[in-house]
């Protein structure tokens, strides 16, 4: 099985920015999408899907394969929209 995965370049122009800027990244980073580990600048499409599905409340976050509940400060994080 062949494993397909997406530059930082590509995946900044296919989400709508002109190419990776900080935005991209700070945006990457809120979502929690992260790079594949010991492949700096290169993204997992399956992850982004699913980051992306979450964000847009199609599936929970429980749905997504983490299982782990949030913490009391995690959770206001996400509730005020910081990181």
Avoid at 22 to 50: Q, T
Wanted: glycine share 8%; aromatic share 6%; charged share 30%.
């Amino acid at each position: 099985m062949l494993v397909h995965l997406i530059s930082t370049e590509d995946l900044a122009i296919q989400l709508g920015y002109s190419t990776a800027t900080s935005a991209f990244r700070e945006w990457c980073v809120k979502l929690r999408i992260m790079p594949v580990p010991g492949r700096r600048g290169f993204y997992d499409p399956a992850l982004v899907r699913r980051r992306l599905d979450e964000a847009q409340g199609l599936i929970g976050e429980s749905q997504s394969g983490t299982e782990r509940e949030l913490t009391p400060i995690e959770s206001r994080r996400a509730r005020r929209g910081k990181s």
